[in-house]
């Protein structure tokens, strides 16, 4: 049984930083491509950063030089750095293993930041 568990969201004020973390299980992390996703209220889930099985990341223009995606293959857990938060960086983040046709999702965790 794959699961995927996020952790680390919370409340901050603006210009705060947060670390999320998500835990799989289930699956062969190393091959997986690993994502963080989020979805704020009355708008379509979107991309926030990627990092492929070699290392190779990717991340949203939103996200560029604040948010720091980074991997262990060896606890089997992907996380996210975010810096400088701010007001919009509010949603539900969701964790994403994606390798060809098989994708999983984690629950989310809530991310709000106060301006």
């Known amino acids: 049984q794959v699961q995927l568990v996020e952790s680390g969201g919370g409340l901050v004020q603006a210009g705060g930083s947060l670390r999320l973390s998500c835990a799989a299980s289930g699956i062969i992390f190393s091959v997986y491509t690993m994502g963080w996703y989020r979805q704020a209220p009355g708008k379509q889930r979107e991309l926030v950063a990627g990092?492929?099985?070699?290392?190779?990341?990717n991340y949203a223009d939103s996200a560029k030089g604040r948010f720091t995606i980074s991997r262990d293959n060896i606890q089997n857990t992907v996380y996210l750095q975010m810096n400088s938060l701010k007001p919009e960086d509010t949603a539900v983040y969701y964790c994403?293993?994606?390798?060809?046709?098989?994708?999983?999702w984690g629950q989310g965790t809530q991310v709000t930041v106060s301006s």
């Open positions: 990092i492929t099985s070699g290392g190779m990341t």
């Open positions: 994403n293993a994606r390798l060809f046709s098989d994708t999983y």
